[in-house]
């Protein structure tokens, strides 16, 4: 049983949508939680962050107007909800939380999960 632990994922046309969840399995010692993706023969990349307690939220250029992340603290769960998916966005999609200073930098994370895979049809 991993840390973290996502799910949504799945195959979609472009266009569409879908939702992300990310479930902590223990209670962390963290200030931000953070979804980033890795594409077959591509770099791990930043979607989205969120600083918890109400610090805001950060997008990569790519994410922005069509990604929101968002929390529940009841549930110690973060949520991307992903609209006007495109065939670019088709990657492994992961889960991660941390004490962060950067929260788009995928090194300032200690706990991930094991991923989730978004594939948009062209």
């Known amino acids: 049983q991993g840390q973290l632990t996502e799910s949504g994922g799945g195959s979609v046309q472009a266009g569409g949508s879908l939702k992300l969840s990310c479930a902590a399995s223990?209670?962390?010692?963290?200030?931000?939680m953070a979804w980033f993706r890795q594409a077959p023969g591509k770099e791990r990349e930043a979607v989205a962050a969120?600083?918890?307690?109400?610090?805001?939220?950060y997008y990569a250029d790519s994410a922005k107007g069509r990604f929101m992340i968002s929390q529940d603290n009841v549930k110690n769960t973060i949520y991307l909800q992903m609209n006007r998916l495109k065939p670019e966005d088709t990657a492994m999609y992961y889960c991660?939380?941390?004490?962060?200073?950067?929260?788009?930098?995928?090194?300032?994370?200690?706990?991930w999960g094991q991923g989730t895979q978004v594939t948009v049809a062209s």
């Open positions: 991660a939380a941390g004490m962060v200073t950067r929260a788009l930098q995928a090194n300032q994370y200690n706990f």
């Open positions: 223990a209670a962390y010692s963290i200030n931000s």
């Open positions: 969120i600083y918890l307690g109400g610090g805001g939220a």
